[in-house]
Nanobody, 113 residues
Framework: QVQLVESGGGLVQPGGSLRLSCAAS????????MAWYRQAPGKQREWVAT???????TYADSVKGRFTISRDNAKNTVYLQMNSLKPEDTAVYYC???????WGQGTQVTVSS
């Protein structure tokens, strides 16, 4: 069993930055791809970014150039650095262990002036 715990969400003004963290329990973290998803009110959950076990990254077009996903296997943690935030980035952000049915509880990000 793996637990994923997100942190780092909050309220930020447009153009601001936040860094989300997702800490994983267990010893299997390093062998799995990790992803961030988000879900805005009234909308379906959407994929944001993925980092594989070899540290290669992919991004949704909507966040490319603004968000950066990274991982620290020594700390069992995946990060999402979010810059130049827009109101449309407002959502609950979830981390996910790709290929496994493990999700975090989510952390709220609100971008508003």
């Amino acid at each position: 069993q793996v637990q994923l715990v997100e942190s780092g969400g909050g309220l930020v003004q447009p153009g601001g930055s936040l860094r989300l963290s997702c800490a994983a329990s267990g010893s299997i973290f390093r062998i799995y791809n990790m992803a961030w998803y988000r879900q805005a009110p009234g909308k379906q959950r959407e994929w944001v970014a993925t980092i594989n076990s070899g540290y290669s990254t992919t991004y949704a077009d909507s966040v490319k150039g603004r968000f950066t996903i990274s991982r620290d296997n020594a700390k069992n943690t995946v990060y999402l650095q979010m810059n130049s935030l827009k109101p449309e980035d407002t959502a609950v952000y979830y981390c996910h262990m790709v290929g496994q049915d493990y999700w975090g509880q989510g952390t709220q990000v609100t971008v508003s002036s």
